[in-house]
């Protein structure tokens, strides 16, 4: 598997990097189990459910298109792709009234109102505007590393000419943009001590090590919980 290195204007942002790194794994985990964090709240438990199982849609849905456009050179595919990546950036963002979706019209809950009932922590990478607003979204399935590039200027031009036919409001999540992401979203891994099991997944949600103490290491403790923005 080829290593890659982060863009050179990414590099003097070490913090916030490896926040995104456990930000993101720990977001994964969640989607793979079927705990909640608002378990004890009827109302926001059902939210939270409803909130998970979209996560998991758009994010297999921006791979699916991607990979249909780039095989096989699908235009109406690569304008999807373009539009369910605007609709994870705002997901992460916590801007479930901007998405557009039906699967999320009425939901208030928030994937950063999940995540610090989690954790107790803010996830200040992900949902920190200026900082999301440099990366364009796409989704890979065949790794557990995601990674970043720059962008090139005739990529972003093409991204900017497909959102501006169907939302012109919506160039405000292009412009600013700098640089590809690539979530890793492979399938969960049968869960085993040979790659990961279900205790390590909750646990490391929760920001907890393998002891059950607070989580110092902003890796997660199995090769086979994925990691992006590295």
């Known amino acids: ?25 720990r977001l994964v985990a969640w989607s793979w189990t079927d705990y909640l964090a608002f378990g004890d709240d009827e109302d926001k438990k059902q939210e939270e ?46 801007k479930n009234s901007e998405i557009g979706d039906d699967d999320v019209k009425d939901i208030t809950l928030t994937l950063p109102e999940v995540y610090e009932k989690l954790t107790n922590q803010r996830p200040e990478a992900l949902c920190h505007e200026p900082f999301m607003q440099m990366f364009h979204a796409e989704v890979i399935t065949d790794r557990f590393s995601g990674y970043i590039r720059d962008i090139s200027d005739s990529e972003k031009e093409e991204i900017k000419e497909v959102i501006k036919e169907i939302s012109e409001n919506d ?17 969960c891994p049968a869960f085993s001590k040979a790659t990961v099991t279900e205790e390590q997944l909750i646990k490391w949600m929760q920001g907890k090590n393998e002891n059950g103490d607070t989580a110092t290491d902003y890796l997660p403790p199995s090769a086979y919980i994925p990691i992006s923005m590295s």
């Open 1 to 25: 598997m080829e290593i890659k290195q982060l863009p050179d204007g990414l590099k003097n942002q070490k913090h916030i990097m490896e926040d995104g790194v456990k930000q993101w794994s």
């Open 49 to 94: 459910q409803k909130l998970k199982e979209y996560f998991i849609k758009i994010f297999q849905d921006q791979a699916r298109y991607s990979y249909t456009f780039i095989s096989y050179g699908d235009k109406k595919k690569k304008g999807n792709a373009y539009v369910t990546s605007l609709k994870i950036k705002k997901l992460v963002l916590g």
């Open 171 to 187: 160039l405000k999540y292009v412009n600013d943009v700098q640089y590809i992401i690539y979530f890793a979203y492979p399938p």
